[in-house]
């Protein structure tokens, strides 16, 4: 399932955090320095490494838009970094100069525009923007809204304190994931609620490692967990079936991160290394297409792959030299799935029978790939009581979607408990899921199961 790709020991101490954008890496250390790769092939940036904190570098993360990195130390400080020059390109102070690190109680959101301090920040922030959630050394999760008003405080949510918490990206039944010092790692669903703004309720604890867990980070589609512990563990969830796979390192794990758009997951440790490591689920090289799908990188159909995709799907396949060729006659996914031994031979002029063969062997795997996948229904679209795909899905008081008249018959049956949980609703009220249901509207049109005018009843 995973292979290791490349090792880095470029610091020369503990590696503190590492953070994926779509085209670069950056991991910091306790050695001050920051170093940024180009995620394609890994080599390092000519101004990498940046230096320019006094101390101890703790945290870095990229900006939405991939032009800026931010970093914070010991030093009191987060250094606003551009990834064109790697000029700094803001110093923000914090007030009394204490220092910078995530979970410390005081760290600071900062107005990026006009560089100014604004309020108390956030572990996480989900992915509408409207909320984030800090974790204290207490143990507490608390949610705030963007004017920093508490929305919903889990006490004693970890013993002995909260070292990370993730917000997964999907908009749909929202997860949270959180680890602490009792070697545990949380699943949480977080759903909107009429009185507080927010709830929290607990879906998972994952007890598969046996010291503090220092990191946790969900994959960019929200399918796959990763968590980083001082037992010298990394172990990788399937959120669904929570499937675990390990991985073993020589000292403690200190942080963990997906890369957004490629099967790729890096790991830092306090041997000083960071490591890449390819995710392949399992499957042979030949299957590099369901890898993009499961990190969220592919579309949800491939006949609507652009040209471009299609050369990149070409490369990753080690077929470069017809790269030229299919772009010189616009070979999008459409035209690809229609590709044939002739069409190679006669319209694209590939007159290597080898090459020939190998591209069309390409082309059938990625078909039958096409064919399964076509008949894969994501778990969320599907009502938990009915199984089946939801026309009129609604967030119950326990934070699951359901199928509208699913879950009101079984209120009206007198089951005032949870399908999900067996625990006593706190409510019978509904909210209606419009972002589900739009998904799931999406969804069925890229599956050719529905016309635009069936769709637009279910909008």
Not at 20 to 32: G, H, Q, T, V, Y
Not at 76 to 90: D, F, H, I, R
Not at 214 to 226: I, K, R, T, Y
Not at 317 to 322: A, F, K, P, R, T
Request: proline share 3%.
């Amino acid at each position: 399932m995973v292979s290791l790709s490349c090792t880095f020991a470029n610091h020369h101490d503990d590696v503190n955090w590492c953070a994926f954008s779509n085209d670069f890496f950056a991991s910091c250390s306790l050695d001050k320095t920051i170093r940024i790769y180009s995620v394609k092939g890994f080599s390092e940036l000519p101004f990498s490494p940046l230096r320019g904190h006094a101390y101890a570098v703790h945290s870095c993360c990229f900006d939405s838009s991939g032009k800026f990195l931010a970093s914070c130390s010991t030093d009191g400080t987060t250094l606003l970094w551009s990834l064109e020059t790697g000029e700094k390109v803001a110093v923000l102070a914090l007030p009394g100069r204490n220092p910078v690190r995530i979970s410390d109680g005081t760290v600071a959101l900062w107005d990026m525009h006009s560089r100014k301090l604004c309020s108390v920040s956030a572990c996480s922030f989900a992915s509408c923007g409207q909320m984030f959630v800090t974790g204290s050394t207490y143990g507490d999760l608390v949610a705030w809204d963007y004017q920093m008003k508490i929305l919903y405080t889990v006490k004693t949510a970890h013993d002995l304190g909260v070292t990370c918490c993730h917000f997964s990206a999907q908009m749909c039944n929202l997860r949270l994931a959180s680890c602490g010092q009792d070697s545990t790692v949380k699943i949480w669903i977080v759903s909107q609620d009429k009185q507080s703004g927010c709830k929290f309720q607990l879906l998972h604890i994952l007890n598969n490692q046996s010291a503090p867990v220092l990191s946790c980070a969900f994959s960019s589609d929200g399918e796959w967990l990763v968590s980083g512990s001082v037992d010298k563990t990394v172990v990788i969830y399937d959120v669904v079936s929570v499937f675990i796979y390990t991985l073993f390192l020589k000292l403690h794990v200190t942080t963990c991160a997906f890369s957004p758009n490629l099967p790729l997951l890096a790991t830092g440790s306090m041997d000083k290394t960071v490591k890449i490591w390819k995710i392949n689920n399992g499957k042979s090289s030949d299957d590099a297409l369901l890898d993009r799908k499961l990190l969220g990188r592919s579309k949800s159909c491939f006949k609507q792959w652009t040209e471009d995709e299609v050369c990149a799907w070409l490369c990753e396949e080690g077929l470069d030299e017809v790269i030229g060729t299919f772009k010189a006659n616009n070979i999008d996914g459409e035209a690809l799935l229609n590709l044939n031994r002739e069409h190679l031979a006669m319209d694209l002029k590939i007159e290597s029978l080898g090459l020939r063969n190998k591209v069309n062997q390409k082309i059938d795997a990625l078909r039958m790939t096409l064919d399964s996948y076509l008949t894969e229904i994501p778990e969320e679209f599907l009502c938990p009581i009915t199984q089946e795909i939801m026309k009129d899905p609604v967030i119950a008081s326990d934070g699951y979607s359901y199928e509208r008249t699913a879950i009101e018959s079984w209120i009206n049956t007198k089951k005032h408990s949870s399908p999900m949980t067996n625990l006593q609703l706190k409510s019978t009220c509904m909210t209606p899921n419009r972002t589900l249901k739009m998904a799931i509207n999406r969804w069925l049109q890229s599956q050719s199961l529905c016309t635009p005018s069936d769709a637009s009843k279910l909008s």
